[in-house]
């Protein structure tokens, strides 16, 4: 990313001081920010309501089979994410990041709104899960061009020497639409519903507020500025993207898939996955499942600016060291010991320390992605290689830890994600100084 952009000259006028021009800047970051954590607290009831929902969708069987059932249609959804990716990013890169922002928050509404709306498989037998199938494939969709567009949004509008900072909001609104839905499910399940009326119907009450929320998102962002980086493209430019040339920046976009392997796939064992673990295999209550990831998420989303900073002044290069070795020595002694201990304390204190490591990766990765690629290829460039890697390795980890749970060898999981980790130390390595942009 040139430090010659418009975007730097825009920075300097908002860092001036002028009030109209500062206040832009700050609705631009809120507007990018509110649909990305929108659309993820709309993902995200998906999987802490799963327990509650998911006899309504499957045969009565055994509850761990339910349980796979709805994690593997979770899933199928991120398959469709890199259709996303191609589809919403060449979207953003020809029409606007904006374009590409709010568009993707209306789909995400339509997903959420057909699953809160669903008839259940007792009223129209196996109907119901295909419904669920297609409001997950909508929903990945979604989720697919919403990285790649509001990763590069927020890296295009951020001053010079302080994008670590303005690209760590990314993962802070990511993280607190899951600390939204958790919250939203220990106030549900604690104060206003029953567990017998959760299971009946009240676990629709959350998707159709996401609904509505995502319907306020969408008013946002049709009202926030473009990025300067887009504007100062030329149309010969806008319209010479695509996936022919991105296949001329093969490595850029490799480094994208090995940096993203490791990444989502402790990202998503750590939060989304955990809330089950905890339940299925450490033996904590969903009360108290609920509430440990409510404080875990609290301390995560906090760190993201403070690690987003430390970048701008280090470089991303030793952040993501210090998730690479962390994550790749540390995961199988972490959730070994988070697997032999029954008190809520001792839990917090392990899952707190292995979302610590975490950090290294997710306050720095938009940016560190975004940099890699030019602006006329950038909301392309980094969500296509990332929305692949997701849907292989950051999707299926709540279905990959069920599965060797049930075959009774649930320790192999801990193995498998830590050659992945290793994957993104790997890919970590190889990055040149050229790829690398040292803070200014």
Not at 121 to 131: D, K, N, S, T
Not at 275 to 286: E, I, M, P
Request: glycine share 10%.
């Amino acid at each position: 990313m040139s430090e010659s952009s418009p975007t730097v000259a825009a920075s300097k006028i908002v860092a001036s001081g002028q009030p109209a021009l500062r206040r832009s800047a700050l609705k631009s970051i809120a507007g990018g920010s509110i649909g990305n954590l929108i659309e993820w607290y709309d993902f995200h009831i998906y999987t802490t309501f799963s327990i509650y929902f998911a006899a309504s969708f499957f045969p009565r069987e055994n509850r761990t089979i339910q349980l796979l059932s709805a994690a593997a249609i979770f899933a199928f959804g991120f398959f469709l994410r890199p259709v996303g990716s191609w589809l919403i990013g060449l979207y953003a890169d020809r029409r606007g990041r904006r374009a590409g922002l709010t568009l993707s928050v209306v789909l995400m509404c339509f997903g959420s709104l057909a699953i809160g709306l669903c008839p259940t498989y007792p009223q129209i037998g196996f109907a119901a899960p295909l419904v669920l199938l297609f409001a997950r494939l909508v929903q990945g969709f979604s989720l697919g061009g919403e990285y790649g567009a509001s990763s590069v949004y927020l890296s295009e509008i951020a001053r010079p020497g302080r994008r670590g900072f303005y690209s760590s909001f990314h993962y802070v609104t990511l993280i607190l639409g899951q600390l939204l839905a958790t919250l939203v499910q220990v106030v549900l399940q604690g104060s206003v519903f029953t567990r017998a009326e959760l299971v009946a119907w009240g676990w629709r009450v959350p998707f159709l507020a996401g609904a509505a929320l995502a319907l306020v998102a969408w008013w946002v962002r049709r009202n926030i500025d473009e990025t300067p980086d887009f504007r100062a493209l030329e149309d010969k430019e806008k319209r010479g993207g695509g996936l022919t040339a991105l296949r001329e920046q093969w490595r850029p976009s490799l480094l994208v898939f090995g940096l993203t392997t490791g990444g989502t796939l402790a990202f998503f064992t750590y939060t989304v996955y955990m809330h089950n673990y905890l339940v299925n295999t450490v033996g904590l209550s969903a009360q108290q499942s609920a509430w440990l990831s409510l404080s875990t998420l609290t301390l995560f989303m906090i760190v993201q600016p403070l690690f987003g900073a430390l970048s701008d002044r280090i470089g991303r290069r030793p952040l993501l060291l210090w998730f690479g070795i962390g994550g790749t020595f540390g995961t199988y002694p972490l959730l070994s010991a988070l697997a032999h201990t029954h008190d809520a304390t001792t839990a917090f204190l392990l899952l707190a320390l292995a979302l610590l490591i975490v950090s290294g990766y997710t306050s720095v990765c938009s940016v560190m992605k975004a940099e890699l690629f030019p602006a006329k290829l950038r909301a392309l460039g980094v969500g296509v290689p990332y929305a692949i890697a997701t849907a292989i390795f950051g999707g299926t980890a709540g279905y990959a830890g069920l599965w060797f749970k049930s075959i009774g060898h649930e320790n192999g999981f801990y193995l498998y994600a830590s050659a992945c980790i290793g994957c993104t130390l790997i890919a970590t390595l190889s990055l040149r100084r050229s790829d690398v942009k040292m803070p200014s």
